[in-house]
T-cell receptor
Framework: GAVVSQHPSRVICKSGTSVKIECRSL??????MFWYRQFPKKSLMLMAT?????????EQGVEKDKFLINHASLTLSTLTVTSAHPEDSSFYIC???????????FGAGTRLSVL | KQEVTQIPAALSVPEGENLVLNCSFT??????LQWFRQDPGKGLTSLLL?????REQTSGRLNASLDKSSGRSTLYIAASQPGDSATYLC????????????FGKGTHLIIQP
């Protein structure tokens, strides 16, 4: 299957700092990437849909100014959590797909802990 | 808004048993349904993908069924092994096909050696 690399796998930061998470499709061109987050004992929830070369579409309740998504190339999307706060601590995971209707391949996720 | 429910939330069985995990969804207008496995602190491994026009998919000891009209899917695991211990997630993709996935909370499965 296709390989999606997500980095870093874990990050611990102080409140108020910004954190960037990268999602790379290693062996295919990903026109669409999705970002999800998972709070403890909760479902994975879609945060935003990112199409290469255009602005991301955010789900209701997700602040676009806080969670900056850039999908500048067909193999890389980044999620930046700006001015992180303890309530942003969560498991963030990306997926990539050749086209929006195709199967999604998931990265290994990033565990963010904000102190 | 689509909602996905998985029952049971947790399950512990002895090795060798056959078991069934259940998934239900509220909006039957889905594009496809997917079962994933998630190991602690790890990403997702896709197990089976069922398109909306299909009734079931099989891979090794796994069999997934889909009854779209009733909003249900089951994942059948035959001859369970300790290595099957993980959280199993059910996810549906919206009718248009271009949407992200809507996940259930998962079933935490423990296979006792």
């Amino acid at each position: 299957g296709a390989v999606v690399s997500q980095h870093p796998s874990r990050v611990i930061c102080k409140s108020g700092t910004s954190v960037k998470i990268e999602c790379r499709s290693l062996d295919f061109q990903a026109t669409t990437m999705f970002w999800y987050r998972q709070f403890p004992k909760k479902s994975l929830m879609l945060m935003a849909t990112s199409n290469e070369g255009s602005k991301a579409t955010y789900e209701q309740g997700v602040e676009k100014d806080k969670f900056l998504i850039n999908h500048a190339s067909l193999t890389l999307s980044t999620l930046t959590v700006t001015s992180a706060h303890p309530e942003d601590s969560s498991f963030y995971i990306c997926s990539a797909t050749r086209s929006a209707k195709n199967i999604q391949y998931f990265g290994a996720g990033t565990r963010l802990s904000v102190l | 808004k689509q909602e996905v429910t998985q029952i049971p939330a947790a399950l512990s069985v002895p090795e060798g048993e056959n078991l069934v995990l259940n998934c239900s969804f509220t909006d039957s207008a889905i594009y496809n349904l997917q079962w994933f496995r998630q190991d602690p602190g790890k990403g997702l491994t896709s197990l089976l993908l069922i398109q909306s026009s299909q009734r079931e998919q099989t891979s090794g000891r796994l069999n997934a069924s889909l009854d779209k009209s009733s909003g249900r899917s089951t994942l059948y695991i035959a001859a369970s092994q300790p290595g099957d211990s993980a959280t199993y997630l059910c996810a549906v993709k919206g009718g248009g096909g271009a949407d992200g996935l809507t996940f259930g909370k998962g079933t935490h499965l423990i296979i006792q050696p």
